[in-house]
């Protein structure tokens, strides 16, 4: 049974950091693609940044520069790094696993 969490998100002022991660059991996460989602209030599911098995990255234009996702093989986990934080970067942010399984979501508040 493949599961993932996710765990980091919470309250940030603007400008600040979080690192947000995703803990897989049930599946190697270095494997196939990772990737990295987010949905705001009212907006549709977006790409945030994605991980190949082989580590090539890519960034939505909206975050490049700021976020940066990366994976520890030994503890199957991935991880976004978020850094210079917007308000518009509020949302529940989700990992997927190959695009098939999907985390329970962390919440991400940019707030002052």
């Known amino acids: 049974q493949v599961q993932l969490v996710e765990s980091g998100g919470g309250l940030v002022q603007p400008g600040g950091s979080l690192r947000l991660s995703c803990a897989a059991s049930?599946?190697?996460?270095?494997?196939?693609?990772m990737g990295w989602y987010r949905q705001a209030p009212g907006k549709q599911r977006e790409l945030v940044a994605s991980?190949?098995?082989?580590?090539?990255?890519n960034y939505a234009d909206s975050v490049k520069g700021r976020f940066t996702v990366s994976r520890d093989n030994a503890k199957n986990t991935v991880y976004l790094t978020m850094n210079s934080l917007k308000h518009e970067d509020t949302a529940v942010y989700y990992c997927?696993?190959?695009?098939?399984?999907w985390g329970q979501g962390t919440q991400v508040t940019v707030s002052s």
């Open positions: 997927s696993y190959s695009g098939t399984y």
């Open positions: 049930g599946v190697i996460l270095s494997s196939n693609l």
């Open positions: 991980l190949t098995s082989g580590g090539r990255t």
